[in-house]
T-cell receptor, first 112, second 114 residues
Framework: GDSVTQMEGPVTLSEEAFLTINCTYT??????LFWYVQYPGEGLQLLLK?????DKGSNKGFEATYRKETTSFHLEKGSVQVSDSAVYFC???????????FGTGTRLTIIP | DGGITQSPKYLFRKEGQNVTLSCEQN?????MYWYRQDPGQGLRLIYY???????QKGDIAEGYSVSREKKESFPLTVTSAQKNPTAFYLC?????????????FGPGTRLTVT
């Protein structure tokens, strides 16, 4: 079955540091890949997505590239801000499947 | 503004009582979903519905029930049969296509059962 494995947290970085949160997946078909962000006490918001191999999703300075050869979709940001503190979820959705499969989430804390 | 509304934000119940969580969307989406979130476990799918008057069980449907009488509404009932109901519950919706569409999430309801 489908599964998503993402970097264990929590992750603590200083402001302006470079961020990488690793995400790898297993899927039977041709999945689309997503990163969602959850701020404290709130629901999830879509951060970025990629629908096919070598696509790069980007939003708010965050980027992730769909790597089929390594089955990965790592999230990166060049310079993090305190406002980026949140929980980040990697997810996949196989083609023709209504279900989203989520990773366990990575809590990110940015200190000034 | 289009979006998903969940109410209430916090809900407290005594053990043995059924409780219904509300989810309403005005995005004109066909599909709606209920997830449960527990610390360190990510999100797990409880039920989903692709069209009115039809719904399917997700990965952890035991102890829950749903209805889909209107396109914009998908209430979730947590029954007394649910062994560990205290959790954060998230409702989501999406346009139903066989391709790829992201799901949009509501703000969540935190249920505490004592």
């Amino acid at each position: 079955g489908d599964s998503v494995t993402q970097m264990e947290g929590p992750v603590t970085l200083s402001e302006e540091a470079f961020l990488t949160i690793n995400c790898t997946y297993t899927a039977t078909g041709y999945p689309s890949l997503f990163w969602y962000v959850q701020y404290p006490g709130e629901g999830l918001q879509l951060l970025l997505k990629a629908t096919k191999a070598d696509d790069k999703g980007s939003n708010k300075g965050f980027e992730a590239t769909y790597r089929k050869e390594t089955t990965s979709f790592h999230l990166e940001k060049g310079s993090v801000q305190v406002s980026d503190s949140a929980v980040y979820f990697c997810a996949l959705r196989d083609f023709g499947n209504e279900k989203l499969t989520f990773g366990t989430g990575t809590r990110l804390t940015i200190i000034p | 503004d289009g979006g998903i509304t969940q109410s209430p934000k916090y809900l407290f119940r005594k053990e043995g009582q059924n409780v219904t969580l509300s989810c309403e969307q005005n995005l004109n989406h066909d599909a709606m979903y209920w997830y449960r979130q527990d610390p360190g476990q990510g999100l797990r799918l409880i039920y989903y519905s692709q069209i009115v008057n039809d719904f399917q069980k997700g990965d952890i449907a035991e102890g829950y029930s749903v209805s889909r009488e209107k396109k914009e509404s998908f209430p979730l009932t947590v029954t007394s049969a649910q062994k560990n109901p205290t959790a954060f519950y998230l409702c989501a919706s999406s346009i139903f296509l066989a391709g790829v569409d992201e799901q949009y999430f509501g703000p969540g309801t935190r249920l505490t059962v004592t």
